[in-house]
């Protein structure tokens, strides 16, 4: 199980990884990461805690892909990362993409390569949560934060499935506004939670 993630960010993907230098950084400014950890999960959070928490992990990831091209993440481009894409723009993103980082420092993170590398006698292992495939499946459901962050995994589930069976053809076009409500009130009356 690893602590770093790869997560769509900015201008393109990038590397996030917390070593112990990184999470002294964070510390410095926003105080106990264990305090950061249960802010960004439970809410409560700073701007410190999902800024230091991305430049942070931007540096400790070195690494990302824009464009198609792998390029060097150092300090100074981390900086400009956070001045251009975080600073001036809406957090709610941005504090998805903090605490998909922190829970790969708290729990690991198993890429899908990675779990599908198990024997075919060997038992399975719960899998862990893949944030950014979370965050790009809300980004592309039309999904809101306080939906994203109010959905149960069951209703997650429903709504991916209903998206796939809605788009057998191949077609990747996310569903309308009307199509997500229309998801949420058929979960609804089939009992799956109460979502309005």
């Known amino acids: 199980m690893q602590t770093e993630i ?29 305090l950061v950890k249960h802010r960004l999960m439970h809410g409560g959070w700073s701007i410190h805690d999902v800024v230091e928490t991305l430049r942070q992990g931007l540096i400790g990831g070195a690494k990302g ?28 993103e941005h504090h998805l993409t903090a605490k998909a980082v922190i829970a790969a420092l708290y729990v690991g993170y198993a890429p899908a390569q990675e779990a599908k590398k198990k024997s075919p006698g060997e038992a399975a292992e719960p899998s862990k949560i893949d944030w950014g495939l979370v965050l790009h499946n ?13 959905i149960t995994m069951p209703e997650y589930a429903a709504l991916i499935h209903h998206h796939e069976l ?31």
């Open 6 to 34: 790869a997560l769509p960010f900015a201008d393109g993907t990038y590397l996030f990884r917390l070593p112990i230098k990184r999470i002294i950084e964070i510390e410095e400014k926003a105080g106990p990461i264990d």
């Open 65 to 92: 892909e824009v464009n198609g091209k792998a390029i060097d993440v150092t300090s100074l481009r981390a900086n400009s990362l956070i001045e251009n894409y975080v600073d001036g723009h809406a957090l709610a």
């Open 138 to 150: 809300c980004r592309t459901l039309g999904l809101s934060l306080s939906d994203a962050e109010a």
């Open 166 to 196: 809605a788009n057998e053809d191949g077609e990747e076009a996310p569903p309308s506004a009307d199509d997500v409500s229309s998801m949420f009130l058929r979960m609804e009356r089939a009992g799956i939670g109460k979502i309005h």
